[in-house]
């Protein structure tokens, strides 16, 4: 059964950091590739990055660029996302994906809440 499951967020105020995880189990995460989601209330699905386990290339979505990294820990099954200079405007649930482009497995999220 594949499993997908974050962790790490929280409240943090303007300009703080934070680290998400997300641990797979159930299928290679080496092998799929990666991508990390976010939706804010009433606002649609916004990608946020994604990273190529094999050739370890990564993109960003464009509001994150330079605040956000996306790394995994192969060994481990593990894809992190870490977060900083937070702003507001990053509040949301974070969601990790299965793939580069084609995601067939998706976690339950974690809510990232920054205030001002």
């Known amino acids: 059964q594949v499993q997908l499951v974050e962790s790490g967020g929280g409240s943090v105020q303007r300009g703080g950091s934070l680290r998400l995880s997300c641990a797979a189990s159930?299928?290679?995460?080496?092998?799929?590739?990666m991508s990390w989601y976010r939706q804010a209330l009433g606002k649609e699905c916004e990608l946020v990055a994604s990273?190529?386990?094999?050739?370890?290339?990564?993109r960003y979505g464009a509001s994150v660029t330079g605040r956000l990294t996306i790394f995994s820990d192969d060994a481990n099954n593990t894809l992190y996302l870490q977060m900083n200079n937070l702003k507001p405007e990053d509040t949301a649930v974070y969601v990790c994906?299965?793939?580069?482009?084609?995601?067939?497995?998706w976690g339950q999220g974690t809510q990232v809440t920054v205030s001002t």
């Open positions: 159930g299928f290679t995460s080496s092998t799929h590739g």
């Open positions: 990273i190529s386990t094999v050739t370890g290339l990564t």
């Open positions: 994906c299965s793939g580069w482009s084609k995601h067939d497995y």
